[in-house]
Nanobody
Framework: VQLVESGGGSVQAGGSLRLSCATSGFPIRGNCLGWFRQAPGKEREGVAAIDSDGSTSYADSVKGRFTISQDNAKDILYLQMDSLKPEDTAMYYC?????????????????WGQGTQVTVS
């Protein structure tokens, strides 16, 4: 299984970024994918997750600003991030789990990407 994130960068507060995660070797059907983030000195936290039918979960801190989606044909996961705030600054990770529920708990996930840095100033 390989998960490769891209799309991170530096942006001013109020701006937008779109993260992508290319997956390979993982059967999306019946399973879930998620986005997590970790800021320096803080624990990794769940941002958003999605199951293969399109049901989603979001952290309260990003509801209304971030949107998770997936292209099942291309095996790509996305995270559209709008109205970014400095507190969104973190390393963002894509993850995959064999669970059927779009959990936001890092411990529920089996596979992880290397991460992509998002910096909001």
């Amino acid at each position: 299984v390989q998960l490769v994130e891209s799309g991170g960068g530096s942006v001013q507060a109020g701006g937008s970024l779109r993260l992508s995660c290319a997956t390979s070797g993982f059967p999306i059907r019946g399973n879930c994918l998620g986005w997590f983030r970790q800021a320096p000195g803080k624990e990794r936290e769940g941002v958003a997750a999605i199951d293969s039918d399109g049901s989603t979960s979001y952290a309260d801190s990003v509801k209304g600003r971030f949107t998770i989606s997936q292209d099942n044909a291309k095996d790509i996961l996305y995270l559209q991030m709008d109205s970014l705030k400095p507190e969104d600054t973190a390393m963002y990770y894509c993850a995959a789990t064999y669970n059927y529920f779009p959990s936001l708990r890092p411990d529920d996930y089996n596979y992880w990407g290397q991460g992509t840095q998002v910096t909001v100033s």
